[in-house]
């Protein structure tokens, strides 16, 4: 088999040729499924993971990264999956506490495979990947917590990363007034309204100083990927009784806020995490994303690289230079 190795605590990632006894045994837990890896696909995670061997999120070594697989089962001692069946994996500890899919073939538990749905292909459901499962699982956190069409703008921030550009996809497809917060605003602007975006702001707006604990009441909802004062400017925003999901922290994992928005304008403040959800959450996002996402506009966010491409790949999407979903094609 061939895979993407991080031998040790800040060892370069490198590409190379493995025996595959040599690899899928012996990391964390091992699995009971073993797949031919059709495609993975790259997220921020991913990105952390490889550039400088680690950054804390590799929890064991050798490894191989990457945190979504969609892949074809070979053998099973797990009677619910067959050899054949074609199986997409996200989180779960893959790429990071065990072996994960930038590799041509894997070693995975059972319990968190979704089968693929029926209306996508491979490439597409790993061009959602964990991004695109994140993001679903945020806007049904939103419309779980009472938000819908009528109670004013959602904002997405990110909006032309990974989960930004899913999330704006989907909302927009289910009737949101979509606000895309960007620092692209020139470069990706025409490219959000594409997806549905309604309106844009810059991110600096939100990410560069801390507002007063209340501003004016601008969102209804909001999926936030930044952290920091990025989110604690949105809670000061927030209508009253809004929702925010807070997934990620591409400004940071800080969150200098105040019980303010809470107390006084019943925010509430939810957290999306993908890596460990259950699997009648992982069914519901997958089930409501091979419903719902508009497959032109995921063809249109999705680039796709090689198994090699991953390790200088991981540069630019820590730099925020990369847009929407990249699949990697472990095959080429
Ligand atoms: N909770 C979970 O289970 C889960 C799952 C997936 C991802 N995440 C997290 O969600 C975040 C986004 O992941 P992704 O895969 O979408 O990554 P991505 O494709 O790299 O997108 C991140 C986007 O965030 C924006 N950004 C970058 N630096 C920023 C900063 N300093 N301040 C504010 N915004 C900034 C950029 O968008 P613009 O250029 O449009 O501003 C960038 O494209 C990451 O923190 C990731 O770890 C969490």
Known sequence: MRAVIVAAKGAEAEVREVMEDELLVGVGESGTVELDVLYSSYN???????????????QSFPI????????????????????????????????????????TRARVRPDALVELPEALSPERAAALGTAGFTAMISVLQLEDAGVTTESGDVLVTGAAGGVGSVAVSLLAGRGYRVVASTGRVEEEGDYLRGLGAADLIDRHDLSDELGKPLQSERWAGAIDVAGSTTLA???????????VSACGLAQGMDLPTSVTPFILRGVTLTGANSVNAPRTLRQRAWDALAAELDLEKLDEMTTTIGLADTIPYAELILA?????????????
């Open 320 to 332: 925020g230079r990369t847009r929407g979903r990249t699949i990697v094609d472990v095959n080429r």
């Open 233 to 243: 400017n949105i809670l000061a925003q927030m209508r009253y009784g809004g929702t």
């Open 44 to 58: 921020y995670k991913d990105g952390m993971a490889i550039n400088g061997g680690g950054r804390g999120i590799l």
């Open 64 to 103: 191989i990264p990457g945190i979504d697989i969609v892949g074809t089962v070979t053998r099973s001692e797990d009677p619910k999956w067959s050899a054949g069946d074609t199986v997409v994996l996200n989180g779960d500890g893959i790429g990071e506490s065990l072996h994960g899919g930038f590799a």
